[in-house]
């Protein structure tokens, strides 16, 4: 499929070209981090004033979970209580925090009226899979257990994430579906990686080689999986689920040049095969990872927009 960048995005890619950044699979995991963290910074925009922001520590059989809660000057409440969104942030379960989505969370409180949850899950190669399916469950079961607590409306919680984070996303859906998870009213999937068999058309295009390349998502893979053989497990591809009926509704989100567009056209078109309701949204010219560069990208602005308009028709 040829692929076309916006104008901003190919002048957002070739600055990142110039400057000659190294490769995520030239680099050590820690090393990794903290090179997507500086570059985080950079194209951020500037976030939205809250109400109030505060740290949580989640309780799980290792150890405490962090995780970030957002409130918003303006609360859609109903009998008192607010939607929420637990999120899941990006980073091929290997890179990424709550501060490398620390702006993308406050957008989307801001924009959908509701309280979201950032949950900083364990990190893969020193956790390797199920660990961050294990903390993505564990967190958006606690959250729903403590909901009243927190001010928000256990009826209307949401999951959602970018990349690795809408995998888990989807994940969270499947599992929540068949009894191990509170009932999920909506799943925003952003660009979302949900099938490691990569075989779809876009996983070999030269032209999605963008940013997230062909050879890093291999690196990321390999950090994260003990082997193929969890390639066909479900809570790692949620594609490879026996069937998608019965899922929430879902907001799915693809990026022309991106090398998970086809996976998550697939998705999508499935979810609604299944009879599942999908608000699907492609956005031809831009690359995977637009959606947290607000500061250089217009779209993503448009797309958090977009994202909130949908979560507050939902709730």
């Known amino acids: 499929m040829p692929v076309v960048l916006d104008p901003d995005a190919a002048a957002v890619y070739k600055a990142f070209l110039e400057a000659g950044r190294p490769p995520y699979e030239t680099l050590t995991a820690p090393e990794a981090r ?19 922001v505060e740290q949580l520590e989640i309780p799980s059989p290792h150890g405490a979970i962090p995780a970030r809660l957002y409130v918003p000057k303006r609360l859609r409440k109903q009998n008192g209580l607010s939607a929420a969104l637990v999120f899941f942030h990006g980073g ?13 969370c ?29 903390d993505a469950i564990t967190a958006t079961k606690w959250v729903g257990d403590n909901a009243r607590q927190l001010g928000i409306d256990a009826s209307r919680l949401c ?46 295009e030269p032209e999605t080689s963008v940013l997230l390349t062909h050879s890093v998502i291999r690196w990321f893979r390999d950090h994260y999986l003990n082997g193929t053989a969890d390639t066909h497990d479900w809570r790692a591809s949620p594609a490879r689920v ?3 009926v019965g899922l929430p509704p879902a907001y799915v989100l693809t990026a022309g040049a991106d090398p998970l567009r086809d996976e998550g056209d697939e998705y999508a078109a499935r979810l609604k095969a299944a009879g599942v309701p999908v608000a699907y949204r492609h956005f031809p010219g831009q690359f995977h990872g637009f959606f947290t560069m607000g500061k250089l990208l217009r779209q993503a602005d448009i797309a958090a927009r977009e994202i909130g308009a949908w979560m507050k028709e939902l709730n």
């Open 92 to 104: 091929g379960w290997v890179i990424g925090n709550l501060d490398t989505h620390d702006v993308a």
């Open 106 to 134: 406050r957008k989307l409180a801001d924009e959908g009226e509701l309280i979201a949850i950032s949950v900083d899950y364990r990190l893969a190669p020193e956790h390797k899979f199920p660990a961050a399916v294990d």
């Open 242 to 244: 026996s069937t998608l």
């Open 159 to 204: 999951v959602g994430g970018d990349s690795a984070g809408g995998n888990l996303a989807a994940v969270v859906a499947i599992a929540a579906r068949d009894g191990n998870g509170p009932a999920i009213a909506g799943q925003v999937l952003i660009y979302p990686a949900v099938d490691f068999a990569m075989t779809t058309p876009s996983h070999s």
């Open 34 to 52: 903290e090179s997507y963290l500086q570059a985080h910074l950079v194209v951020s925009p500037e976030p939205p004033e809250l109400a109030r």
